[in-house]
């Protein structure tokens, strides 16, 4: 048995989880995050857990046991705690500000890169060199969070750029001049 799969799901106060279909409904207050479930995964609410079952011992089944568990188990950690990624920015002259709902971004451009935040995602700048992404939908954190990372990637020369605040940059050794030889 798929050694996440198997393992049960404790809903925690104040989170209402509702099977309805193949959906998973996950409420927290206004919070609201839904999860469409594979036909052959069967997803029970049993004493205050969620149970992830699968009907046969085959490959696919085995892959989409441990996936389900987990994309409910987001959504639960998602609403109690929430996610987040750090981005910090590099380079003289780069910095972000916030404007509103609005990241405005200064990375070497002749003009300022602006990005609304999408719905359900919160964008903080605590300092110039930093932002920080945070929502409950795992995947639209890390996605936006990638989006902003690509106006300026990191350069692999200087270090230049938007980088995840765990990211290691390995830079290159850049040309050497051969001044002098073969004159």
Same mark, same amino acid.
């Given at each position: 048995?798929?050694?996440?799969?198997?393992?049960?799901?404790?809903?925690?106060?104040?989170?209402?989880?509702?099977?309805?279909?193949?959906?998973?409904?996950?409420? %927290?207050?206004?919070?609201?995050l839904t999860q469409k479930i594979h036909p052959d995964m069967t997803v029970k609410i049993e004493d205050q857990?969620?149970?992830?079952?699968?009907?046969?011992?085959?490959?696919?089944?085995?892959?989409?046991?441990?996936?389900?568990?987990?994309?409910?188990?987001?959504?639960?950690?998602?609403?109690?705690?929430?996610f987040a990624k750090n981005l910090e920015i590099n380079g003289v002259g780069y910095k972000a500000a916030k404007?509103?709902?609005?990241?405005?971004?200064?990375?070497?451009?002749?003009?300022?890169?602006?990005?609304?935040?999408?719905?359900?995602?919160?964008?903080?700048?605590? #300092?110039?060199? %930093?932002?920080?992404?945070?929502?409950?939908?795992?995947?639209?954190?890390?996605?936006?969070? #990638?989006?902003? %990372?690509a106006f300026r990637k990191p350069d692999p020369y200087k270090g230049k750029g938007i980088k995840y605040d765990?990211?290691?940059?390995?830079?290159?050794?850049?040309?050497?001049? #051969?001044?002098?030889?073969?004159?």
């Amino acid at each position: 048995m798929s050694r996440i799969g198997r393992m049960p799901i404790a809903i925690p106060a104040g989170v209402e989880v509702k099977i309805e279909d193949q959906i998973v409904t996950v409420k %927290r207050g206004k919070d609201v995050l839904t999860q469409k479930i594979h036909p052959d995964m069967t997803v029970k609410i049993e004493d205050q857990n969620i149970v992830v079952s699968r009907p046969s011992d085959e490959k696919k089944h085995r892959e989409l046991h441990g996936l389900t568990r987990s994309l409910v188990n987001n959504m639960i950690v998602g609403l109690s705690e929430g996610f987040a990624k750090n981005l910090e920015i590099n380079g003289v002259g780069y910095k972000a500000a916030k404007q509103g709902k609005k990241l405005v971004l200064n990375v070497g451009f002749s003009h300022p890169i602006e990005l609304e935040e999408p719905e359900g995602i919160t964008i903080d700048v605590p #300092a110039a060199n %930093r932002i920080i992404v945070k929502g409950a939908d795992k995947q639209m954190v890390g996605e936006t969070a #990638a989006k902003i %990372r690509a106006f300026r990637k990191p350069d692999p020369y200087k270090g230049k750029g938007i980088k995840y605040d765990f990211e290691v940059l390995r830079l290159k050794e850049g040309k050497t001049g #051969a001044k002098g030889k073969g004159k």
